[in-house]
């Protein structure tokens, strides 16, 4: 049901740079901003990143995001044990397709 | 520091009504230009965008979810509500509500808890 594709899992070494990657379309990413959040097990989502690739504050400067034509990236870097977690894109679509989600990433820290 | 709280029957059953509150505390409900949305996840899966209600009243809803969602506010009590007819056992999830804000958005920046509701007999 997701339209936004992400690929199911990612995994680095403590200290290692992570890039997850989520692929849409000309009727969601490609027109508006990218999202990204974080869930940490057993947790509610919070917001990662925002319009592209902006921090709310006390989100560190390790999470970074990136948007070029219908594709978004996050990128983590300095990876973390406290960075294993689900990881969603979202975007809100055009002709009233609502706020739509990626599939999800599982990051492990090996 | 804005804090949100779903509340209501964590079963249901099946054809009947789902009807989820949430709380919202720290702020007003109608103190910016917030949008309150519902978000649900089912069991072990992703994440799923049900609809909100903007600060001025309007709403917008999942396509796929239109015709049996209705989202509502009580500015009175600083609460929105979900309704959701005629549920099946595809409705079991954890429901979250959630603040928006801006347009464009700046991001779904809180969340509640989430509350579990079963749809079952």
């Known amino acids: 049901q997701s339209v936004l594709s992400q690929p199911s899992s990612a995994s680095g070494t403590p200290g290692q740079r992570v890039t997850i990657s989520c692929s849409g379309s000309s009727s969601n990413i490609g027109n508006n901003f990218v999202y990204w959040y974080q869930q940490l097990p057993g947790m509610a989502p919070q917001l990662l990143i925002y319009?592209?690739?902006q921090r709310p504050s006390g989100v560190p400067d390790r999470f970074s995001g990136s948007k070029s034509g219908t594709s978004a990236s996050l990128a983590i870097s300095g990876l973390r044990s406290e960075d294993e977690a689900d990881y969603y894109c979202?975007?809100?679509?055009?002709?009233?397709?609502?706020?739509?989600f990626g599939t999800g990433t599982k990051v492990t820290v090996l | 520091q804005m804090h949100l709280q779903e509340s209501g029957p964590g079963l249901v059953k099946p054809s009947q009504t789902l009807s989820l509150s949430c709380t919202v505390s720290g702020g007003s409900i109608n103190s910016g230009y917030y949008y309150w949305n519902w978000i649900r996840q089912h069991p072990g899966k992703g994440l799923e965008w049900i609809g909100y209600?903007?600060?001025?009243?309007?709403?917008y809803y999942n396509p796929s979810l239109e015709s049996r969602v209705i989202i509502s506010v009580d500015t009175s009590k600083d609460q929105f509500s979900l309704r959701l007819s005629s549920v099946t056992a595809a409705d079991t999830a954890v429901y979250y509500c959630v603040r928006d804000q801006g347009s464009p958005s700046y991001g779904m920046d809180v969340w509640g808890q989430g509350t579990t509701v079963i749809v079952s007999s």
């Open positions: 209600i903007s600060y001025s009243g309007s709403t």
């Open positions: 319009r592209n690739d």
């Open positions: 979202a975007a809100w679509g055009d002709n009233l397709a609502g706020y739509v």
